[in-house]
């Protein structure tokens, strides 16, 4: 059973305008988001409000399992895995039809899948992390088996940065364990991410062309000490 993050707030005391004060915390991670907040510019030591700015404060959301009729956000979660462009529609579309791409999520609830999403306050999925056993895999094809699946991620681009991946990825794996020996990942060299993968345990065991045809990391996590 996956559990639930709770929110708490941070800075509960502070006298801030209340648009900041809705500071909340992840796990004692925070997460950010744009919010108005005042600029105070004064002189002699006497600050005024003078105008807006804006800067990022936590917000909120949710990990929940994912379920067959995620089936949409997951093919929207996978365009941003996959780097694609910013059209959303065209990019979904492209997907479903790229024999490369397609296998990560169609016919999603298959024996073996397993994945989280990450939901705001309006019931938005923001993003997903979820693994898949493949056949005949191209990212991890000296590394995966038949019971080592392959993990996917993908966070909306003005998402990115809240900590919404790595709670993502702390959940899945969590939820792997027990029922994988390892996990299989690919992630382009140029990615920030493959920090927060070294961070969680991932390790490189061979590099790669991708299916845009520049390099990338086939990175392991092994779940158990043995396989």
Same mark, same amino acid.
């Given at each position: 059973?996956?559990?639930?993050? %709770?929110y %708490?707030?941070?800075?509960? @005391?502070?006298?801030?305008?209340?648009? +900041?004060?809705?500071i909340l915390?992840?796990?004692?991670?925070h997460?950010?988001?744009y919010?108005i907040?005042?600029l105070?510019?004064?002189?002699a030591q006497?600050p005024?409000l003078?105008c807006? /700015?804006?800067?990022?404060?936590?917000?909120?959301f &949710?990990i929940?399992?994912?379920?067959?009729?995620?089936?949409?956000? &997951?093919?929207?979660?996978?365009?941003?895995?996959?780097?694609m462009p910013d059209?959303?529609?065209? @990019?979904?579309?492209?997907?479903?039809? /790229? =024999?490369?791409?397609?296998?990560?999520?169609?016919g999603?609830? *298959?024996?073996?899948d397993?994945?989280?999403?990450?939901v705001?306050?309006?019931?938005?999925?923001?993003g997903?992390?979820?693994?898949r056993?493949l /056949?005949h895999s191209?990212?991890?094809?000296?590394? #995966?088996?038949d019971?080592?699946?392959?993990?996917?991620?993908?966070v909306r681009p003005?998402?990115?940065?809240?900590?919404?991946g790595?709670?993502?990825?702390?959940a899945?794996?969590?939820?792997?364990?027990?029922?994988? =020996?390892a996990?299989?990942?690919?992630?382009?060299? +140029? @990615? =920030?991410?493959v920090?927060?993968?070294?961070?969680?345990?991932f +390790?490189t065991v061979?590099?790669?062309?991708n299916?845009v045809?520049?390099?990338?990391?086939?990175?392991? &996590? *092994?779940?158990? #000490?043995?396989?």
């Amino acid at each position: 059973m996956l559990s639930v993050p %709770r929110y %708490r707030q941070s800075r509960p @005391n502070t006298c801030w305008p209340a648009c +900041v004060r809705m500071i909340l915390a992840y796990h004692g991670k925070h997460h950010t988001e744009y919010a108005i907040f005042p600029l105070r510019l004064g002189k002699a030591q006497q600050p005024e409000l003078r105008c807006l /700015d804006l800067i990022k404060v936590p917000m909120p959301f &949710l990990i929940q399992p994912s379920t067959p009729t995620d089936t949409p956000a &997951l093919w929207e979660m996978l365009t941003y895995a996959a780097r694609m462009p910013d059209d959303v529609a065209a @990019n979904i579309a492209a997907a479903q039809a /790229d =024999p490369f791409l397609q296998k990560y999520v169609e016919g999603w609830g *298959k024996p073996g899948d397993l994945g989280v999403l990450a939901v705001d306050e309006s019931g938005e999925t923001v993003g997903a992390a979820w693994v898949r056993l493949l /056949d005949h895999s191209f990212h991890a094809r000296n590394h #995966a088996a038949d019971n080592i699946p392959e993990l996917a991620i993908g966070v909306r681009p003005a998402r990115r940065g809240q900590g919404i991946g790595t709670a993502l990825m702390e959940a899945l794996i969590a939820a792997c364990r027990g029922r994988f =020996p390892a996990l299989v990942l690919s992630v382009r060299l +140029v @990615n =920030p991410a493959v920090h927060l993968y070294e961070r969680l345990g991932f +390790v490189t065991v061979e590099e790669i062309a991708n299916r845009v045809g520049t390099a990338s990391a086939v990175m392991e &996590l *092994k779940l158990t #000490a043995d396989r």
